[in-house]
Structure formats: C-alpha cells, structure tokens
C-alpha cells in the first residue's frame, strides 16, 4: 500500500522535477523509515519560516533512497546505512539514532544476551520459554531488503549468521511497531524515533511494546552515547552531486534543531562519546 | 447545392472519423507491443546479461540476489497456491450463485442482486486487503493460535475478490443457453434440478470454464489486498498457516530498493515477465475454450 503510494509519488516527482529544479521552490525527500520522522517535522517547521518552499518526505526504506536519488527521481535521499557503490551521491550525516529489539509485551522477557539473539533470529531458538519467558512462541518479524535498519541490526548483532526468514516482513518501522503490537510472542527491530516517545523530560517506550536490553545493557540514549548499547548508526541524507542553495539550506536546518533531534528519539553528534570504527 | 455541400461535410466527417479511430487503435497496438517487447528484454536480462539459469529461477527456492541466489520458487509456488485455494473456494461458490440468479432467483431478486455483485468488481484491491488485514487476520490468529497471516487469509480475501467475475460470467453463460433447451428437458418430464445439472450445465460448459479462467487470471494477478495479508516471509510456505509470498507481493515489496541493473532488479523483472507469460497462456486457453463451444 505505502509501496504504491510511493511509487506514484515518485513518478509525479520524476516527471514534475525539470519545471520543479527551475523554479527552486519544492524539495523531495524520500527513504529511510527511521529517519522520516526527524525529516518530517523538521521540513514543516521550516515551511513555517519559508512559506515559498515547498517540501514533501516519503519513506519507502533506505535503499529506496539510495536508489531514487541516484535516480533523480527525489532530491533527498534518507538512509541508515552507506551508499556504497554510488560516486555521484554526496553524503550529509545528520545525527545518531539509536535501534531496540521490541516485543510484543506478553513474553516477560526484559533481558537477554547477544546471542541469544541471534538464535531467535536466525530460528534455532523458537519458544520464549527456552530464554526464561513465558510459554509462547517466538514469531520473528523483519523488514525486506530496501530496508536500512534490517542491513543495520544485521551487521551490528547477527554478523555471519543468516536470519530465519520464516516469520513475517513488515516494510516501514511503523507497521513492525503495529504488527509487534498485534501479534503474541512476536519480535523485531525498529528505530528509537519509532519505539520510543518524549514526555515530561524523558522517553518512554511507546505503549504496546516492550523493548528488550540486551546483555543486560538498555536500548537508551546514554548507552548508545557511551557506546555500550550495539545497535546504532549513523543517518544519512543524500544529495545527488553537491547541494544546491535550497538543499544545504534545509540540511543545515535539520542538523542543527537539536530541539527537535532529540525529542524525536535521535542523538546529536556532540553527544557521541564513540564513533562507528570503536565498534 | 446545398445537399452537395451537406454530402461534402458528411464526407469529411467520416473521413476523419477514421483517421482518429485508425490512430487510437494503431497507438493501442504499438503501445502493446512496447510493453511485451520492454518486459521481455528486461526479464530476460537475468539471464542473457547475468548468465544466470532459468532451471535456477524456477526451482530454486533461495532468493538472496545480495548473495547471487535468484531462486524464484518459493513466490511462483506461494502464486499458484493462494489461486489454487481462490479457485477451489470462489469457483464453485460463485457458478452456484450465477446459476441461481440465471434460473432459479425470481427477476426481482435478480435484477436488485446484478448491481449489487458489478458493485463488487468496482471495490479497489485494497480495500479488499484492508479488510483483510482488520478484520480476517485477527479472527484466524484468535482461532488458530498462528500470527493470522499466511495462504489462508490471502486464500479468502481472493475467494471474494474473484466472485464477482465468477458470478456474472457463468450468469451470462447460462443466460445464452436457449429456451428451446429448457423447455425440452421440462417436456420429457425432467425435474427443474435435472434440467440444470444434465442439460444446461453441460451446455453452458465452454462458457463457465471461462469464467473459471478469467478468475484464475485476477486471482493471480492481485497486488495489494495478498500483499497486506499474506505475510511476506520469502519462504516455501510449511502450511496454510504459514506466511509465505506471491510473485506480485515480492515485486511491490522489494522493487523500490533496487538499483538499477542490479540482479535483485533484474530477478523482480524476470518475476513480472512470468506473470505476463501466465496471463498470456490463461487468454490463449480462453479463446480454446470458446472455440470448442462455437
């Protein structure tokens, strides 16, 4: 459904960007499901100071950024993991976000160890009482290919081992949230910016949910900061060649409304106390 | 002269009338064949450009072009199933309900219900699929103890969604079997249900088989409503309960991630070639099948 949203949308935006790039007054953005709340809410606060520019952001998945933007086809491209393989593409990180290991909350499981986790994932472990929980079992819920938070959790906690892909595939963070929601014994992976909301001071998980520490390290905002907490990286807007006046312009808004960045679950580069190569 | 001059403008009129009909339809044709000849070119990139074989797309069940596997069987099996089930369900189902509404359903009943049904044909897939997905995947994951998406959701969404076609299709074919028919096997003193199973039925074959047909072709051809149920695991499905994937619901869900040449884009070409080459070969059955009736 979203897919074919996107598509369309992709196509207005294909065919609409020669009269669009004269007049420089719109931007389109497209991508990363992690990162697309930081660039909504950001591209209408802009609008609100910038009444002449017009922004429109879509998801679609990390790869689907990548691609459109090499593509032509949008102006920015959202991405959780690098664009290998793209020499035209000019990257802007924009901040950290960190990525929990959500369940469904009838499981009582609140901790359990990296590998551990693998076996879940990968389908060896297959009931939650075998990881001290309760007797339900395991449904492993991943995202499909174009996504970025799948190529991140992939490399941060399965290295080698192949993930069992015999559960379901949900293909944006919002419906992995909905679906863990609605689905006894089930587990995935989704951006803080989705798993986690911002009241009174300090985040709390998203109702529904439970989110699991992992070697007994919390998916929090310092453990991430610290380095301690593993599923992390860096988000990444691209431009096709170097920005032009209007793009650099909303990038450097983004970066800088560090208001926004850290309300919505994501964490300023000031505040890293590691970068990705002490992984 | 004004008759000369009226005889003139009619003469043009019809001369460009034709020049605009001839036009649309050469543009329709040519439209076409682009968009065979395109998809064919494409599709076939997998293996005239990655050399990959079609013995490897059809029967292998690992699909991880990252890795260089194309295997394609799991969503070619996960397609034939979902229509298989459609089939077996919607089909009888819905040449029951057409033979109903063309000899049994008093015309008021009837002539209410046919609008109702082309109202059906006219509900968007996804609407079908959103339905599905609200109300169909919680009531089996309730009864069931499974995550409620799989075959067997998909399965009834299809039923439904090919109903409609069934229904009006074998209605139709009923319809044109002539009265002289019925009136005979009444006349040999044959009851109402034997006039239907053993002289109307078989007469209305050719054209119920192709209802059946073009229910396969939808069936096989839905996008969205499969996609928002089935669940979307790239897996060999162990049950009917079991997640799994269609052709179409893998094109939509891993299109928009592949670049360009990439052999993941080239493997969802190939994919959307099959399809094409299925539609084809169930429209060449429906003009065997119509033949034989003529």
């Not at chain 1, 669009?20 to 991508?31: I, Q, R």
């Not at chain 1, 689907?64 to 290998?84: F, P």
């Not at chain 1, 000031?270 to 970068?275: A, F, G, I, S």
């Not at chain 2, 969404?157 to 139709?172: N, R, Y």
């Amino acid at each position: 459904m979203s897919r074919t949203a996107l598509a369309a949308l992709l196509l207005g935006a294909a065919l609409a960007a020669p009269a669009v790039a004269s007049a420089d007054t719109s931007l389109t953005a497209a991508g990363s499901t992690a990162l697309l709340p930081l660039v909504k809410a950001s591209a209408e606060a802009y609008q609100n100071q910038h009444n002449d520019l017009k922004i429109s952001v879509t998801g679609g998945g990390s790869r689907v950024g990548i691609t459109q933007v090499a593509a032509k086809a949008v102006d920015l491209g959202m991405s959780d993991i690098l664009a290998k393989g793209y020499p035209d593409l000019v990257d802007h990180r924009v901040c950290v976000v960190g990525f929990s290991v959500l369940t469904h909350p009838g499981i009582n499981v609140k901790n359990v160890s990296k590998k551990q986790l693998q076996d879940i994932f990968a389908g060896k472990i297959t009931n939650w009482k075998d990881v001290g929980g309760a007797d339900v079992k395991i449904v492993v819920i991943n995202r499909p290919r174009s996504s970025g938070t799948r190529a991140v959790f992939t490399q941060t906690i399965m290295g080698d081992v192949p993930v069992s892909e015999t559960g379901l595939t949900e293909d944006a963070t919002g419906t992995v949230i909905t679906a863990v929601r609605t689905t006894p014994g089930a587990i995935s992976y989704a951006a803080f910016s989705g798993t986690k909301k911002f009241e009174g001071g300090h985040y709390t998980t998203v109702e529904g949910i439970a989110e699991l520490s992992i070697d007994n390290v919390a998916p929090s905002e310092e453990n991430v900061q610290t380095g301690k907490y593993p599923i992390w990286s860096y988000e990444h807007i691209y431009t096709n060649g170097v920005a032009n006046k209007d793009e650099s312009r909303f990038l450097a808004f983004i970066q800088s409304n560090s208001a926004i960045i850290h309300q919505l679950g994501y964490i300023l580069f000031r505040d890293m106390k590691v970068n990705e190569t002490d992984r | 002269m004004t008759n000369v001059r009226a005889a003139g403008k009619a003469h043009r009129t019809e001369r460009l009338a034709l020049i605009v009909l001839r036009g649309a339809s050469g543009f329709f044709i040519v439209s076409i064949a682009l968009l065979i000849g395109y998809l064919a070119v494409e599709g076939t990139k997998l293996f005239t450009v990655d050399h990959k074989s079609i013995f490897e797309f059809l029967f292998s069940p690992t699909f991880a072009p990252d890795q260089g596997h194309i295997g394609a069987l799991a969503f070619i099996l996960g397609s034939l199933f979902v229509t298989a089930f459609a089939i077996a369900v919607g089909g009888p189902f819905g040449v029951a309900v057409g033979v109903f509404f063309a000899e049994l359903a008093p015309k008021r009943v009837a002539s209410a219900m046919k609008p109702a049904i082309e109202v059906l044909v006219g509900i968007p897939s996804v609407v079908y699929g959103w339905l599905g997905l609200t109300l169909l995947v919680p009531l089996i994951r309730n009864a069931t103890g499974s995550t409620g998406f799989g075959l067997l959701a998909a399965g009834i969404v299809l039923s439904l969604m090919i109903l409609p076609t069934v229904v009006s299709l074998s209605e139709d074919a009923m319809r044109v079997v002539p009265d002289s028919l019925r009136e005979g096997s009444l006349a040999l003193g044959a009851t109402r249900w034997e006039t239907i199973w053993r002289v109307l039925l078989p007469a209305a074959s050719s054209g119920i088989g192709v209802a059946v047909i073009l229910g396969i072709a939808r069936a096989i051809g839905e996008t969205l409503a499969i996609q928002l149920v089935l669940g979307n695991a790239p897996v060999i499905p162990a049950g009917l309960l079991s997640p799994a994937s269609a052709l179409t619901s893998e094109i939509v869900m891993d299109m928009g991630g592949a670049a360009q040449g990439s052999l993941l884009q080239h493997s969802l070409f190939s994919m959307a070639f099959l399809l094409l080459l299925i539609a084809m070969g169930l429209i060449v059955l429906v003009k065997l099948v119509a033949r034989k009736a003529a």
